[in-house]
């Protein structure tokens, strides 16, 4: 299964009125291991605070082997964190949660603090059952909000090789998350798929020495999927980087080249101060059309050429199928396309969504607008039946 576009940190929520964004990564009811009411420590142990504080307090693990199963992942993750000395030292258990997708080799793994996930991202690489594992972030991982709840990176002091790790995985934990986090990073789309990883760095090298580059790949494959991100090392090239290389002919692909995290201070607003923390993040805004079981999806940062190219138009609409079908049973999905005689088709750029029922279309469209979508921030919103029959979009 490829890796979706969904690369998202959510626009944000008042954590102590709703509860954090990307909550169709939950694990299913019953899948709770461990000490799924554990407190959390120096970090609060409310549940309002549980909800709040989840998305910095999980670790998404790619690559799962097939021999294990959730009891047995709590558990490993368990005793390596005591034997890299990766715990806060309270007692019971680090992980309250785990849920695996069999199908798709991941899991995620909810710990009882953030310090202690944050410690966890140090195991990248880790060895499961003969089997080296991936540990990132998740995607509703929102950096922040994370601000002030605890560490971000692991301890200096863990001790790796006590799990067959050496200080090198330090290192790329506390860089793995970069293009995740950093303000600075650029996602570049519209890549042909059969450049590799050194021929689209010394593209990007024309415009100085690179601090991160991730080409994003299919999970089953390893081929390239198109797209990736990069952070320069000096992060004043940024907004050059971008004017060069957005809009790039390559072959019979255009280069897609923009910030991923948009600052409006660069763009004629009120500078930022150092030091001090930025605003809140808004509360998601009501919609504007009433209920109904239809959700039309805009702001997707799609192009007419990746709308044209049968490929991209599949990994579109696989992208969107996986992630709205989280939310309820889907019953069909329309993503306009360019007209072969060149002339205007309605609804082009956007995707809508049509489920089983009013519940499910709520349930997406609460949880998907604002988040990303290619480093866009998506607008979802209501669209009533007749109008999707009719496409009169």
Do not use: W
Not at 100 to 129: H, P, Q, T, W, Y
Not at 289 to 309: C, H, Q, R, W, Y
Request: proline share 8%; hydrophobic share 35%; glycine share 10%.
């Amino acid at each position: 299964m490829r890796e979706t576009l969904f690369d998202v940190l959510p626009e944000g929520v008042d954590p102590s009125q709703l509860p954090p964004p990307g909550m169709g990564f939950a694990a299913p009811a019953g899948a709770t291991y461990g000490a799924p009411n554990a407190p959390l420590g120096m970090y609060g142990g409310a549940q309002q605070t549980l909800q709040a504080t989840r998305h910095a307090r999980r670790i998404y693990v790619g690559g799962v082997p097939m021999t294990t199963n959730e009891d047995l992942l709590a558990k490993f993750f368990n005793n390596a964190l005591i034997a890299i000395n990766g715990t806060t030292g309270e007692e019971g258990p680090c992980v309250v949660n785990v849920y695996i997708n069999v199908e798709k080799k991941f899991a995620f793994v909810e710990f009882r603090s953030v310090a202690e996930c944050s410690n966890a991202l140090s195991m990248d690489g880790v060895i499961i059952d003969g089997t080296p594992v991936r540990i990132r972030r998740p995607n509703d991982y929102n950096s922040q909000l994370a601000m002030d709840l605890g560490p971000s990176q692991p301890s200096p002091d863990l001790d790796l090789a006590a799990i067959g790790l050496d200080n090198t995985a330090l290192k790329r934990a506390s860089t793995g998350n970069i293009l995740q986090e950093h303000e600075d990073r650029i996602f570049i789309g519209g890549l042909p798929y059969f450049l590799e990883e050194p021929q689209v760095r010394e593209l990007l090298e024309a415009f100085g020495p690179i601090a991160r580059f991730d080409l994003v790949r299919d999970k089953e494959t390893g081929n390239s999927k198109g797209y990736g991100f990069v952070v320069y090392e000096d992060v004043s090239v940024t907004d050059i980087a971008c004017q060069g290389l957005n809009g790039m002919q390559m072959g019979d692909k255009t280069l897609t080249v923009r910030r991923a995290e948009q600052d409006p201070s660069r763009q004629g607003g009120m500078p930022q101060m150092v030091g001090v923390p930025p605003p809140p993040p808004a509360l998601v805004p009501p919609p504007s059309n009433p209920p109904s079981s239809v959700v039309s999806f805009d702001n997707m940062g799609i192009t007419k050429e990746e709308l044209a190219d049968d490929e991209e138009y599949e990994n579109i609409m696989e992208d969107m199928q996986e992630e709205c079908g989280k939310h309820g049973e889907i019953v069909a999905i329309v993503i306009p396309r360019p007209s072969a005689d060149g002339s205007e088709v309605a609804g082009m750029g956007k995707v809508f969504v049509q489920y089983v029922s009013i519940d499910a279309a709520t349930s997406a469209r609460n949880a998907l607008n604002g988040r990303k979508f290619g480093g866009v921030a998506v607008v979802a919103d209501f669209l009533d039946e007749a109008s999707f029959h009719s496409r009169n979009f």
